[in-house]
């Protein structure tokens, strides 16, 4: 696919989607950087990459909501390796609360990581990234269609495709691509774990629950070479659950 010896950072990197998609970089043999909120955990899934068959990786500490811990981790990055080819907005927070139960905590909280978190690692790839270099924003199918008691989750991931369009205009100029990917049910923790889902307000087909490794895969892709012409797209992966009447 085209990745070997790129150098990746993965926000929330350390479990579900973001491991497996540190996973399919490795075995590209990329240099994989793993940001999670957790150092204990980054720094496992960054030997887990290293044994996927990364030639280097290295896990940090990183709360995307805070623009220094944004900054410092690219730096570190470019300190370690030198360089930075690809980012993957993968971390992601969902809160379930009826509307006028939602606070103005819960908004702060809640885009601070889905939405600012991806902005700040946009503007520092935009300072860093030599052309040829790619960004992938993990959205969401609530971007285009949602169920209740998610509101500030399903707003903030329709606002990462607005950022995602709005960043590949002006990464074009700069060699920059710039595209977003929309899972549906995958077979992680916050799928199962969703109070919509265990009521039952959520009907779930198996036939369209999806694994981590399928997003992987596509997120892969476009920030290979092989997607050189791919800007500013929305993909979704949801095994047509959105297709269906």
Not at 118 to 146: C, D, K, L, W, Y
Not at 157 to 170: D, G, N, P, V
Not at 182 to 196: F, K, S, V
Request: charged share 20%; net charge neutral; glycine share 8%.
């Amino acid at each position: 696919m085209k990745t070997n010896a790129k150098v990746v950072i993965i926000t929330g990197g350390a479990g579900g989607i973001g491991l497996a998609t540190a996973r399919r970089f490795a075995r590209d043999g990329a240099v994989v950087v793993i940001a999670d909120l957790h150092a204990a955990a980054a720094e496992s899934a960054a030997a887990d990459a290293q044994r996927a068959g990364a030639p280097e990786a290295l896990g940090l500490a990183c709360d995307v909501s805070k623009q220094s811990d944004v900054e410092a981790t690219v730096a570190r990055t470019l300190e370690r390796f030198g360089r930075l080819d690809v980012v993957v907005n993968n971390a992601g927070l969902m809160i379930f609360r009826p509307l006028p139960e939602v606070t103005a905590e819960d908004w702060t909280r809640l885009l601070g990581v889905d939405l600012l978190g991806a902005f700040f690692f946009i503007q520092q790839a935009f300072r860093h990234m030599q052309p040829g270099g790619s960004i992938v924003n993990v959205s969401s199918i609530h971007a285009v269609e949602t169920t209740p008691l998610v509101a500030p989750y399903a707003t903030a991931k329709a606002a990462l495709l607005s950022l995602t369009r709005s960043a590949a205009i002006e990464g074009t100029p700069r060699g920059l691509r710039v595209n977003a990917v929309l899972p549906g049910a995958i077979d992680t923790p916050m799928l199962w774990n969703n109070p919509n889902v265990k009521s039952g307000a959520e009907r779930i087909d198996p036939a369209t629950v999806g694994k981590p490794e399928d997003v992987a895969e596509v997120i892969v892709f476009l920030a290979s070479d092989a997607a050189r012409f791919v800007q500013g797209a929305a993909i979704r992966i949801d095994g047509g659950r959105l297709s269906r009447l």
